[in-house]
């Protein structure tokens, strides 16, 4: 039976097209019931402020650096959304006085736009972002190295190449609207795609790389960085890959509440409690990731009853 047309681009996969039955489930969940979805390899965490929320998605950053060493480095992957803990990080270095001279750390992703990556004047640059809430911020005796800084470029292989000889002891990240982490969407209905989306394991085989973004992320991109101006979001950009997630120890989702919905939060944690694996949620494919974490901040979970406003 064919699947589904997606309900908001049909000519992309998205979560519209998956099975009813599951995205009804998944509505039905309340909190209490999400909580219970944890099991051996993920693990459900919820936090009662916003405080303790980025300060503990902050402190992941510190646990990490601090394993690190010149004879065994150490870094982390992290995203531009959420970025309320980047302050926090610099705050941390700072106060505790850690040195960073033998840790690094991996930017998700970047606009791509003519050819080559955003430059960091472009105004939603993330390298921008990075430095400027961060690295920018941390006393100059203390900071990374700037060659331990690795940001996505167009020359891709670069990138690649600096997870080698390197140990990521996590990689964060926010879930977007097309319940994506960095900007691994689900793919066009197109080719050999046409009829069903790539398996997990076929998916599972992209590395760093440009993507054509859903239109579905270039509306949450326009609404959270952008003041709703569609026109200034780039419609492609460079990621870091499932083949660079999968060397990474553990990875840890934030949800604030802030950039996917009630329904998305909910989804994606049924889905990969029960192994439910599907590259039109590319979130999902993290089920077969040994060590997974989402992060909540209870008051952003909302509810995904019918409320006419």
């Known amino acids: 039976m064919p699947r589904k047309l997606s309900t908001i681009a049909p000519d992309w996969w998205d979560y519209t097209t998956i099975d009813d039955a599951l995205i009804a489930d998944a509505a039905r969940l309340t909190p209490e ?9 993920f693990k459900v965490v919820f936090y009662d402020t916003l405080a303790e929320f980025y300060l503990a998605e902050a402190l992941e950053y510190i646990t990490a650096w601090r394993q690190s060493t010149p004879d065994n480095p150490v870094g982390i992957c992290g995203p531009i959304g959420p970025t309320e803990q980047l302050p926090l990080v610099a705050q941390l270095v700072n106060e505790l006085g850690l040195s ?93 795609y046409r009829d069903a989306p790539p398996t997990p394991a076929e998916y599972r085989k992209l590395g760093t790389r440009v993507v054509d973004l859903h239109p579905v992320t270039l509306a949450q991109n326009a609404r959270t960085s952008g003041g709703g101006n569609i026109a200034l979001v780039p419609t492609r950009a460079l990621t870091v890959g499932p083949v660079e997630t999968w060397q990474a120890e553990k990875i840890s989702i934030w949800q604030a509440g802030a950039h996917d919905s009630p329904f998305g939060q909910r989804l994606t944690t049924l889905m990969i409690s029960q192994r439910i694996a599907d590259s039109a949620v590319p979130m999902s494919l993290l089920s077969d990731h040994p060590n997974v974490q989402f992060n909540f901040f209870r008051g952003g979970i909302g509810t995904c009853q019918v409320e006419m406003h």
Request: with cysteine; hydrophobic share 40%; proline share 7%.
């Open 33 to 41: 019931a999400m909580a219970g979805l944890s099991r051996p390899g």
């Open 100 to 192: 960073l001279k033998s840790a690094h750390f991996w930017g998700m992703d970047e606009w791509f736009l003519d050819g080559k990556e955003a430059p960091v004047t472009h105004p939603l640059s993330f390298e921008r972002a990075d430095r400027e809430l961060c690295f920018d911020r941390i006393r100059p005796e203390l900071a990374m190295p700037d060659a331990h800084l690795h940001f996505p470029k167009a020359d891709l292989a670069r990138y690649a190449a600096s997870w080698r000889g390197v140990r990521c002891a996590v990689m964060q990240g926010g879930q977007g609207d097309t319940k994506h982490w960095a900007f691994n969407d689900p793919v066009k209905r197109e080719g050999a």
